[in-house]
């Protein structure tokens, strides 16, 4: 499978807790996206790197969440202290990052579900 | 502030007719607009671009229609499918700068393509 890959597909946790994911972009992208969608809503934009620089970050990520992407390939996201409104589904997207904009658009991973209880 | 709205949650198409999925934006810097689908449990699927310059692209049974003085853009699907029953969001992003790449989503709507 050449896709991109998030794991876990599903985390439940405690208030509280921190919890980490991962992503694994499609091999060679160089750019790789972090959104968060909520029920009924669409993706909403969290950070995004191009190869190991992390160029922007939303207003959404308080400084409870951090991202990174060491050398360039896979991605975390960890989020410190959950609370229930990070309740959401996390998702990560990668694109060639050629030209002034991507055709085909970004691939989206299938998301990890997080649950605060 | 929602920069791009999808103002029907859902649309209920009879197979073989034209399904219309509507979008409008706020933002005057955007220049590229794009379409995903998506199915449960899968992440976002893209579907269709366009980009400023141009105001119609075409891709086999999916057109989109960008009227850029009125910032609204439009999917068309003909004919409509049963598999074509998902979740659709409007994307649009700058094509330049820094924050190219970058992605605001509207809130979706669900079509319903029935047999």
């Known amino acids: 499978d050449t896709g991109v890959s998030q794991n876990p597909r599903h985390k439940i946790t405690k208030r509280g807790q921190n919890v980490t994911f991962r992503c694994d972009p499609i091999s060679e992208h160089n750019r790789l996206y972090w959104y968060r969608q909520t029920l009924g809503q669409g993706p909403e934009f969290l950070t995004y790197?191009?190869?190991?620089?992390?160029?922007?970050k939303s207003r959404l990520l308080s400084d409870r969440f951090s991202a990174e992407r060491p050398k360039g390939s896979f991605s975390t996201l960890e989020i410190q202290r959950t609370e229930q409104g990070d309740s959401a589904m996390y998702l990560c997207?990668?694109?060639?990052?050629?030209?002034?904009?991507?055709?085909?658009?970004?691939?989206f991973g299938p998301g990890t579900r997080l649950t605060v209880l | 502030d929602q920069q791009v709205k999808q103002n029907s949650p859902s649309l209920s198409v009879q197979e073989g007719r034209i399904s219309i999925l509507n979008c409008d934006y706020t933002n005057s810097m955007f220049d590229y607009f794009l379409w995903y689908k998506k199915y449960p449990a899968e992440g976002p699927t893209f579907l269709i671009s366009i980009s400023s310059i141009k105001d119609k692209n075409e891709d086999g049974r999916f057109t989109v229609f960008l009227n850029k003085s009125a910032k609204h853009l439009s999917l068309h699907i003909v004919p409509s499918q049963p598999g074509d029953s998902a979740v659709y969001f409007c994307a649009a992003s700058v094509a330049g700068g820094t924050s190219y790449g970058k992605l605001t989503f509207g809130q979706g709507t669900i079509l319903t393509v029935h047999p």
């Open positions: 997207a990668s694109s060639p990052g050629r030209g002034l904009a991507d055709p085909g658009g970004q691939f």
């Open positions: 790197f191009q190869n190991e620089a992390q160029l922007e």
